[in-house]
């Protein structure tokens, strides 16, 4: 299977994260994604959780009108998430689960016990001409859950391969990114598009990239750590080239 060209999004989450822990509006998202743009993003990831821990709806609103590239609004399937999407327009949404309790997203979407409930958000999105992508688990069961409803795309979580390899359990990683490796040949065989992120650092994105039915990661958190030693414009060139690197090995 011949590689399409792969595209980084970028997450400006964490910027947020770190102007909220003191208040006012410094640093600020906007400027973030910005400069993740000029150092070679593809597209501007944000989450806009029910609790605003971090990004909040005048982010949102800014970064819709001031930004070059796509903007992909990951949600919660709630009515309240839903009037903002449809206010706003971003180019894409990515319905994502959410608890109040979870640090950070914990899994995918639960779109096979979830099917009913989900199905009149992918509708209206897509009335609303929004591309619609929903973030899953890399299994059989949810990517024909996820064709069911019609969503164009999916994104595979990454997370669990990605923190077998931080814990250093390497024989649970390489099971784990066989699972990856199937799902995304399963949904590409389905019409599917695929994405994938949660977790990745340079080295599981460079390997990730590798897969030729993944045309777009989105990495947030890694990144905006790096920042903090090498600045953010750096974190995103070295990445782009990670990247870069992965899919030229696919290619081989």
Same mark, same amino acid.
């Given at each position: 299977?011949? $590689?399409?060209?792969?595209?980084? =999004?970028?997450?400006?989450?964490h910027?947020?994260t770190? @102007?909220?822990?003191r =208040?006012g ?9 910005q400069?993740?743009?000029?150092a070679?993003?593809? =597209?501007?990831t944000a989450?806009?959780r029910e609790? @605003? @821990?971090?990004i909040h709806?005048d982010?949102?609103?800014r ?7 796509p903007l992909n609004?990951e949600?919660?399937a709630?009515?309240?998430m839903l009037?903002v999407?449809l206010k706003i327009?971003?180019h894409?949404?990515c319905l994502v689960?959410?608890?109040r309790?979870e640090?950070t997203?914990e899994? =995918?979407?639960?779109?096979v $016990?979830g ?5 009149p958000?992918?509708d209206q ?6 591309h ?5 688990e890399p299994?059989?069961?949810?990517i ?5 409803l019609?969503?164009?795309v999916?994104?595979?979580h ?8 931080e814990v250093g ?9 066989e699972r990856i490796?199937?799902?995304t040949a399963? $949904?590409s $065989?389905r019409g ?15 390997r990730v990239?590798?897969?030729?039915p993944?045309?777009?990661l989105?990495?947030?958190h890694f990144?905006?750590g790096e920042?903090?030693f090498?600045?953010?414009?750096e974190?995103?060139?070295?990445m782009r080239?990670?990247?870069d690197?992965?899919?030229?090995a696919?290619a081989r």
């Amino acid at each position: 299977m011949t $590689a399409a060209p792969l595209r980084l =999004g970028v997450n400006i989450d964490h910027v947020a994260t770190v @102007r909220n822990a003191r =208040g006012g509006q410094r640093p600020d998202p906007l400027r973030a994604a910005q400069l993740a743009i000029e150092a070679g993003a593809d =597209g501007i990831t944000a989450h806009l959780r029910e609790d @605003r @821990r971090h990004i909040h709806d005048d982010d949102m609103t800014r970064l819709k009108e001031a930004i070059s590239k796509p903007l992909n609004f990951e949600m919660a399937a709630t009515e309240q998430m839903l009037d903002v999407a449809l206010k706003i327009r971003p180019h894409a949404v990515c319905l994502v689960p959410e608890k109040r309790t979870e640090r950070t997203t914990e899994g =995918g979407l639960d779109v096979v $016990a979830g099917r009913d409930r989900l199905a009149p958000f992918v509708d209206q999105l897509h009335r609303a001409w929004i591309h619609v992508s929903l973030f899953i688990e890399p299994s059989e069961d949810a990517i024909a859950a996820a064709a069911s409803l019609g969503a164009p795309v999916v994104e595979f979580h990454t997370g669990a391969w990605c923190h077998a390899i931080e814990v250093g359990d390497l024989t649970l990683a390489e099971r784990e990114f066989e699972r990856i490796k199937r799902a995304t040949a399963l $949904a590409s $065989a389905r019409g599917l598009e695929c994405h994938a992120g949660h977790g990745l650092d340079y080295e599981t994105a460079r390997r990730v990239a590798s897969l030729p039915p993944i045309v777009e990661l989105n990495i947030g958190h890694f990144l905006v750590g790096e920042a903090v030693f090498v600045g953010l414009a750096e974190s995103v060139k070295t990445m782009r080239r990670a990247m870069d690197e992965g899919r030229a090995a696919a290619a081989r």
